[in-house]
């Protein structure tokens, strides 16, 4: 699985739209970007995830490049509660299970 | 569906004391891991298991054991704890369809060695 970059902490302002920035320069046409965030003290919670095309849930939307190099998760309207470590990862389609490094991650405080 | 549930939510041990943290989901997942989480660090995989009487070595596993005797419990055993072991230990089931694998966590057990 390629690895990830992320910067490690981010600001936003409640109300305003989190932009979480995500590396990964070695992608291959295989594989898939994953993002996770864990709140504090709680358990990492699965948010999104893309191969190529950009994607939306009720969560959050995910952006990839078109060489996929990189990719953006957007919270539209970041509350309090999104204050949290996300996690940006890319994993290989596959068929079966292998275990899933997470790295640092970003630290995101939104702000009143 | 319950999820990921995980007991005790907190322990304290003395040094070379045993004991076993409790996993169990009701997802059918196949497939679940154990990681641990110490303070400001990221999660680091222990132990996993591919499938009823199927584990293997993840990141750090000295000190642990595991088995998976059924689908929906995977214990995780520590034969005589110590205070590197304190930390946050987190389990995850997680299925793969389509080539997509979703991880689904428990709410973690804190456990603080003396």
């Known amino acids: 699985d390629a690895k990830t970059t992320q910067p490690p902490s981010m600001d936003c302002a409640e109300g305003r739209a989190a932009n979480l920035p995500c590396n990964h320069s070695?992608?291959?046409?295989?594989?898939?970007v994953y993002w996770y965030r864990q709140i504090h003290s709680q358990g990492p919670q699965y948010i999104i995830h893309?191969?190529?095309n950009n994607e939306t849930n009720e969560m959050a939307s995910l952006i990839i490049t078109e060489d996929r190099k990189s990719s953006t998760l957007i919270l539209p309207h970041a509350t309090l509660r999104d204050t949290a470590v996300y996690y940006c990862?890319?994993?290989?389609?596959?068929?079966?299970?292998?275990?899933?490094?997470f790295g640092p991650g970003t630290s995101l405080s939104v702000i009143p | 569906n319950a999820g990921v549930t995980q007991t005790p939510k907190f322990q304290v041990l003395k040094t070379g004391q045993s004991m076993t943290l409790q996993c169990a989901q009701d997802?059918?997942?196949?497939?679940m891991s154990w990681y641990r989480q110490d303070p400001g660090m990221g999660l680091r995989l222990i132990h996993y298991?591919?499938?009823?009487?199927?584990?293997d070595q993840g990141e750090v596993p000295n000190g642990y054991n595991v088995s998976r005797s059924t689908t929906e419990d995977f214990p995780l055993r520590l034969l005589s704890a110590a205070p590197s072991q304190t930390s946050v230990y987190f389990c995850?089931?997680?299925?793969?369809?389509?080539?997509?694998?979703?991880?689904?966590f428990g709410p973690g057990t804190r456990l603080l060695v003396l």
């Open positions: 997802m059918n997942h196949e497939y």
């Open positions: 893309g191969l190529k």
């Open positions: 070695t992608i291959s046409g295989n594989e898939y």
């Open positions: 298991s591919v499938g009823a009487g199927i584990t």
């Open positions: 990862i890319v994993r290989v389609a596959r068929t079966s299970y292998d275990k899933v490094i």
């Open positions: 995850a089931s997680s299925r793969v369809a389509g080539g997509i694998e979703t991880q689904y």
